[in-house]
């Protein structure tokens, strides 16, 4: 059996009056292999998608966006100490200017802009993603129970929380922020390599 993980860093950008949150979420894809004993080959018998919701943080409000770059970058630093990371980050509005900076701090930065449209698409550098897909996301990794949030994970009761309005239509506190930060890396954790025989590993 081979293991292949890697981090997926979700990132929102808060406005002047919300907070930012990082979100960190662990894919690990185990392939078992068999022997094909007619060419005498190892073949690819079965494969595992594991998720693990690892760390989930709000930064406080009035965090100059140069102190949220480099907490971040931080981040990133020490996920790709041991695999291999990428950091999905919230471009919309005032967050363009600031994962445009994170890009020349960080590897790997993938910025998307949150619309209220019905199709993601690619304009030059940036993803325009539907916010739908983004909950949508989330909310199938969570139902099929493909993800797995760390038990003692800080903030766990207050990030379900938001989970739960999120998926309600917001309301309660109006706090989405981990939530959405999880729902990026869960969006970008979707592309996968081709499993046995062509089949996807997606969740679509």
């Not at 894809?29 to 073949?43: M, T």
């Not at 291999?84 to 960080?106: F, K, M, N, Y």
């Amino acid at each position: 059996m081979t293991v292949e993980n890697k981090f997926f860093i979700g990132v929102d950008i808060g406005q002047r009056q919300d907070h930012s949150a990082i979100g960190v979420l662990e894919r690990r894809i185990e392939r078992c292999y068999g022997q094909d004993w007619i060419r005498v080959s190892r073949v690819e018998d079965s494969v595992n998608v594991r998720y693990w919701l690892r760390h989930v943080e709000r930064i406080p409000l009035g965090t100059p966006y140069e102190k949220v770059i480099r907490r971040v970058s931080h981040v990133a630093d020490e996920c790709a100490a041991t695999s291999s990371c990428d950091v999905i980050a919230d471009a919309t509005g005032v967050g363009a200017a600031v994962v445009e900076r994170l890009s020349i701090v960080a590897r790997n930065v993938f910025p998307v802009v949150i619309t209220s449209g019905n199709l993601s698409h690619k304009e030059g550098n940036l993803w325009m993603v539907p916010r739908k897909d983004l909950v949508g996301a989330l909310s199938v990794m969570l139902e099929r129970k493909f993800l797995k949030i760390a038990l003692d994970l800080p903030l766990k009761a207050e990030f379900e929380r938001e989970l739960l309005e999120l998926r309600n239509g917001g309301g309660g506190s109006g706090r989405d922020d981990m939530a959405m930060a999880v729902a990026l890396a869960c969006w970008k954790a979707k592309w996968r390599t081709v499993g046995p025989q062509g089949r996807s590993l997606g969740i679509e």
